[in-house]
């Protein structure tokens, strides 16, 4: 009797191993795969033109450029688009922030009439494509206020509850904090406003870098607002900067001749690079945000 | 219960109310309160969202060529994306297409991905980075990024092709090709959020189930077919309705990286729509268009939602959550 569980548990370790193997080289594998396009995004970004066309192509810059990041700039305002996406990034997301969390503080702490049907409301706006509020809003903007070629458009928006997504998170995470806590304010003397900045904010920052998160790739990848509202270069943002870029360079990469590639690349790393640099630096909040909400880019 | 059950739905919403109108002076105070905290969103909902879906919903029932005014000409729009409009046909084509493709091949990459790191292994952390980096990688990039890699001429992929004697195919420069690329390009963010939600579908299943079965002799497949499948069922699904509502809308790298060509080959609906109301500045037709998007998204959302019940596994004390 006591042989027979040794035996057998030796033949499933074998197993293990075998099984094993494979998946730890499958792992590696897939991520040489995952990582190749940006590794070589990184190597055309810091070669020279003659370099970039040859065959067998070169796999690392023999010289790397890394003047191509300043020559990028003198193609287009390039530094000046990042700039413009910042300012959009940071308006845009604090609007976002500081409304959502108003908003879910309403629906959390204080009782109202209508406050279930309107939370009802709230999240059945979670399921209507942007698509089909697109065009009146367009031509509120731009026709009838005049916010044609200006940031407004992209940015007070954000402004009114930020959406149902962040008003749903904060509402959640609000509704969880004692009830004790309110009741102890309140005999304290703390009004509703007190209460929210002075009590609610500071518990919530996990809630707040987690949406931070969210708002800050929402805004800074969005390609189709510039494109309708931003009309004028010096208003592009990231996304349609590289878009003018590639038709300074000469269009698309299909192009013969001389060709531009490495000043491409050099922008799409640029343009790349606080998405990444935030994420690793924030890599398990990007996480918990996908686990709570459920967001996909 | 049966009393209850028997109240309509939106009753039950103001029946709690109802029951006190008159209200104490604290309670008044209270919903002053609430109301203030909440009108940025009321405000926001009315003029951005209530507002802009109504008109939208009348524009696509008119003839309205910006800058001329809007005049109602009926289901007219609709007939004519049904009937006339080859480019709705197309792209409606196209992007089911990528629906049926993009989603399930997504689905089975993410878990894959994320079955691979639920394995005690080491470096996870680093692989979990590496896979999900490409998944936050902006989708402008992501469409130049893949221009670059597959350059029908000097790209890397056909060039590494044509040192072994094989000559490549033009990738999105091809009519037979570019869908499968917007399908390569999609499966390159296979370890982004979706693998997330599956890993922590796996790491949710009790490891009490696995153990059971293997004192019953169950092996390697047999656990993965009877419990670990099962047990996912819920992940998959919700995998499943947010995977098919984001690829009906695929938009920007489509934009960028074809602009909707070769011939038309990768014309998909938004880029559709996008055109008919930004470039022709048709606004009528372009809202129907919006609304028919709406529309479908909707039925394979209900869709989904009914027949859920076959095959998605509820464990009941997780029912509610």
Excluded at chain 1, 56 to 82: K, M, T
Excluded at chain 1, 219 to 242: A, E, R, V
Excluded at chain 2, 45 to 71: H, N, Q
Aim: contains cysteine; positive net charge.
């Amino acid at each position: 009797m006591a042989v027979l569980p040794k035996i057998t548990k030796k033949i499933r370790r074998k197993q293990i191993s075998w099984f094993g193997i494979a998946a730890v080289l499958l792992t590696l594998l897939l991520a040489v795969i995952f990582f190749f396009p940006l590794y070589w995004a990184i190597v055309g970004a810091l070669k020279r033109p003659n370099e970039l066309r040859l065959i067998p192509p070169l796999l690392y810059p023999p010289d790397p450029q890394w003047s191509n990041f300043v020559e990028v700039g003198r193609v287009v305002p390039f530094y000046l688009f990042i700039w413009n996406t910042v300012i959009l990034t940071v308006f845009g997301s604090l609007g976002g922030l500081i409304s959502a969390s108003l908003v879910g503080y309403g629906f959390s702490h204080f009782r109202f009439r209508g406050r279930t049907v309107l939370f009802v409301i709230l999240l059945a706006t979670m399921v209507l494509p942007a698509e089909v509020t697109l065009i009146p809003t367009y031509i509120l903007f731009v026709n009838i206020l005049g916010w044609g070629n200006t940031f407004l458009p992209l940015i007070v928006p954000h402004w009114f509850g930020g959406g149902a997504f962040s008003i749903f998170l904060f509402r959640q995470f609000f509704a969880n904090i004692p009830k004790d806590l309110n009741d102890a304010a309140k005999i304290d003397g703390c009004g509703p406003i007190r209460f929210y900045t002075m009590i609610l904010l500071p518990l919530s920052m996990p809630v707040i870098i987690t949406l931070s998160i969210l708002w800050f790739q929402f805004i800074w990848n969005d390609l189709m607002g510039p494109l309708i509202y931003l009309t004028s270069q010096d208003n592009y943002t990231i996304t349609t900067g590289l878009l003018s870029l590639r038709s300074t360079l000469g269009g698309s990469f299909s192009r013969r001749g001389q060709s531009m590639d490495h000043l491409l690349m050099a922008g799409s790393l640029i343009g790349m690079l606080p998405s990444i640099l935030i994420f690793l630096a924030l890599q398990r909040y990007f996480i918990r945000g996908v686990i709570m909400t459920g967001i996909k880019g | 219960m049966n009393k209850a059950n028997s109240v309509p739905f939106y009753r039950t919403l103001f029946q709690k109310t109802a029951n006190r109108t008159r209200l104490s002076k604290v309670a008044r105070i209270e919903e002053r309160w609430g109301y203030l905290f909440i009108m940025p969103w009321l405000l926001g909902f009315l003029i951005l969202t209530l507002g802009p879906m109504l008109v939208s919903l009348y524009w696509g029932f008119t003839r309205y060529e910006f800058p001329l005014p809007a005049r109602w000409i009926g289901v007219q729009n609709y007939v004519h994306a049904f009937t006339q409009d080859e480019l709705f046909r197309k792209s409606l084509w196209n992007t089911s297409y990528y629906v049926i493709f993009a989603v399930p091949l997504g689905l089975i990459a993410s878990l894959l991905l994320a079955l691979l790191l639920d394995r005690r292994i080491a470096g996870r952390a680093l692989w979990r980075t590496i896979y999900y980096i490409p998944s936050i990688v902006p989708a402008v990039v992501t469409a130049f990024l893949f221009g670059y890699l597959f350059q029908p001429e000097y790209g890397l992929i056909n060039s590494m092709l044509a040192s072994i004697g094989i000559t490549g195919p033009g990738w999105f420069n091809s009519i037979a090709w570019v869908m499968p690329t917007f399908i390569l390009l999609a499966l390159w963010g296979a370890g982004g959020p979706t693998m997330i939600i599956f890993l922590a579908g796996l790491q949710n299943i009790p490891s009490e189930l696995y153990e059971a079965a293997e004192v019953d002799g169950a092996g390697r497949l047999h656990k993965f077919q009877y419990i670990t499948l099962p047990m996912l069922t819920p992940t998959i699904f919700f995998n499943l309705v947010t995977g098919i509502i984001g690829a009906f809308k695929i938009f920007t790298t489509a934009y960028v990286a074809t602009g909707g060509g070769p011939y038309y080959a990768s014309y998909f609906y938004v880029l559709h729509l996008f055109n008919v109301f930004f470039k022709n500045l048709n606004m009528g037709y372009a809202s129907a268009l919006a609304w028919i998007l709406f529309v479908i998204i909707m039925i394979f959302t209900v869709i989904q939602l009914r027949t859920a019940k076959r095959w998605v596994y509820y464990e009941s004390d997780t029912a509610g959550f």
